[in-house]
């Protein structure tokens, strides 16, 4: 009877001891999960932080220049102060110039005004009429530049015609 009740004793104490690791077994899984979602979010909000801290420094290098962009891409039937901006170029530089514009072209990728511009000048004029030409505040191309000399000097008096895309919204 002593051995019946060490034997219960033990199978208790044995069943004890398997629900004791049973129970903290679960727990430290819990533990272990919630410590890796824990992990996680910390990572996640770090991310974001970082993310938001980029987004920041973006917005304060944009500044005002999201209204420069947007006036960049006047609409296909209203380009007249790019027009106007032409012909201050061309005053500036006391030049007579001849402006063609076509129609305006839309594809599925953009929309345009294929325009020329001709005068006349030397290789010099026509190097500083691209440079200040580059600093337009539009999205615009120069498609191509030709010089036609009188005298095949580009050094001399000759006719200077461009070729260039005006993006329009």
């Known amino acids: 009877m002593r051995l019946a009740r060490s034997a219960i004793k033990g199978g208790v104490a044995l069943i004890c001891a398997a629900a004791a690791v049973f129970y903290f077994s679960s727990q430290i ?5 919630q410590v890796s979602e824990q992990k996680n979010m910390a990572l996640m909000n770090k991310d974001r932080g970082e ?3 980029e987004l920041k420094t973006n917005f304060e290098t944009i500044g005002h220049n999201d209204q420069n962009l947007e006036n960049a891409l006047p609409p296909a039937d209203d380009i007249i102060n790019f027009i106007f901006m032409l012909d201050s170029l061309s005053e500036k530089m006391s030049l007579q110039t001849t402006e063609v514009f076509g129609n305006p072209i839309t594809t599925d990728i953009d929309s345009y005004i294929d325009y020329s511009v001709s005068f ?3 290789i010099h004029t026509l190097l500083k009429y691209t440079a200040n030409f580059e600093r337009l505040p539009y999205f615009t191309a120069i498609k191509s530049a030709s010089i036609n000399s009188i005298a095949n000097d580009w ?6 015609n461009i070729k260039a895309r005006l993006y329009v919204k």
């Open 155 to 160: 050094e001399g008096d000759s006719s200077i």
């Open 29 to 33: 899984n819990k533990v272990g999960l």
């Open 51 to 53: 993310m938001l801290t």
């Open 120 to 122: 006349g000048g030397n």
